[in-house]
């Protein structure tokens, strides 16, 4: 069985400061792990993803995540908050079988 | 290509009427899934189809949702009957290969 834990519901910046949002997998296999973001009343949309290849995997709008085995983490990063960021991002995992497995989501708000 | 498509965007209806929910896929892609999303339970993975074949039903909360998928560029969730408790956004996604989803913008239901 595999899970995902993101460890914060709510994480709160100001603009311009970074951004961390946490997320630590369980599974029996190697996964492979996706951060998605959804903007209000949006669908859900595809920030990265890490499929065992280059283990510091960049994504789109300036976010980028370090999958670390020894820690089972995929945390998520920016260097610097734009107001645009503002949403709420998914963690997901799977091992391949199509069983997808989501966190229970992070909700961003940028303060400015 | 124009993405997954889902129609309606939203809808309101009355408890005990007949809901029907339907999506497009994205052209070429040979996966496509279901979900519903709410505040309490957040995302949930209600059924999934390859090659318009349903896969994995286990997800569908009781025989009041059904599901269908008669060519590789159309599905439908229909809700018979529909109830408050069923009041979510729903998400179609499809995908080829790599696991990675391509979401649509999602229905959103209200039961009154």
């Known amino acids: 069985a595999q899970s995902v834990t993101q460890l914060d519901s709510h994480v709160s910046v100001s603009e311009g400061t970074p951004v961390l949002l946490r997320c630590n997998y369980s599974s029996s296999y190697s996964p492979s792990l996706f951060w998605y973001v959804q903007h209000p009343n949006k669908g859900l949309q595809l920030l990265l993803k890490?499929?065992?290849?280059?283990?510091l995997v960049k994504g789109i709008n300036g976010f980028e995540a370090e999958f670390k085995k020894s820690e089972t983490s995929f945390h998520l990063t920016k260097p610097s908050a734009h107001m645009s960021d503002a949403a709420e991002y998914f963690c997901v995992a799977t091992t391949g079988r199509r069983a997808l497995t989501f966190g229970s989501g992070t909700r961003l708000q940028v303060q400015p | 290509d124009a993405g997954v498509i889902q129609s309606p965007r939203h809808e309101v209806t009355e408890m005990g009427q007949e809901v029907t929910l339907r999506c497009k896929p994205i052209?070429?892609?040979?996966?496509l899934f279901w979900y519903r999303q709410t505040m309490m339970r957040g995302l949930e993975l209600l059924i999934y189809f390859n090659n318009n074949v349903p896969i994995d039903d286990s997800g569908m909360p009781e025989d009041r949702f059904s599901a269908k998928m008669p060519n590789a560029s159309f599905s439908t969730l229909k809700i018979q009957p529909s109830e408050p408790r069923d009041s979510a956004v729903y998400f179609c996604a499809s995908s080829s290969g790599a696991n990675v989803l391509t979401f649509g913008a999602g229905s959103r239901l209200t039961v009154l």
């Open positions: 890490y499929t065992s290849a280059a283990t």
């Open positions: 052209s070429g892609h040979d996966y």
